[in-house]
């Protein structure tokens, strides 16, 4: 048993006891990590409110060797997350956010990389408006770090370059774009626009601060019918928050 310390989103809290939770937290250092919080349910407890579903906390916990949960000593919060004039479309964003890093990560199994995106997506989403391009940006970096990444610009079959134009054949099981040699034979194809593949790569690429809004609000509709069909297929269903987010025109 060691003690370890991280800074870590709280993406759920579940009842335990009368006076305890049992946490999922996604900390920057060690990944997802499931954690029993004693005394967490009590008006004065230990963690008193900063174990607030998205918030974000610095942590120190006693990390268990074997199967049983660890063991959460400290907890104190640093950013609360509440979406801005009560804005509904932000808090399912940010739920939807907390759901995918909860089912695509394996406990210890750390991602700086998309910790570091889903705290600023976070931000965004305590701050911003413009729902889509942050969440569109969020979901094609989990992609890229996860390694799900479609192929964008080459043919997922033979590698040649595609051309972004008009409209391209995009085929899940092929794993992304293909050329039109490729294209034949191939069952179970979408056609994309150009503009929905050129949004999916720029919001693929490592990208700091908010992502500009874009007045092309037909291919954030696009994109985020793709998106919807791609995770159902990496999950095996749907995640269950999608239903809430839109067509993702705003
Ligand atoms: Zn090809």
Known sequence: MSTEKATAIVLRVVEFSETSSVVTLFTREFGKIRALAKGARRPKGPFESALD???LC???FLRKSSDALDLLTEAKLERRFRPPGGELSNLYAAYYVAELLNELTDDYDSHPELFDAADETLANLRSSSAVAPVLLRFELTALRVLGHLPSLETCAECGKTVELVGRVPFSQSAGGVLCKSCRAGQRQIISLSAAALALMVRFSRPAAGSPAA??????YGELRAVLNHYWSHLLG???RMQRYLGTGST
Do not use: M
Not at 214 to 219: F, Q, T
């Open 58 to 60: 610095r942590i120190v």
């Open 237 to 239: 269903r749907p995640p």
């Open 53 to 55: 579903l998205l918030g």
């Open 214 to 219: 874009d007045s092309d609000h037909r291919a």
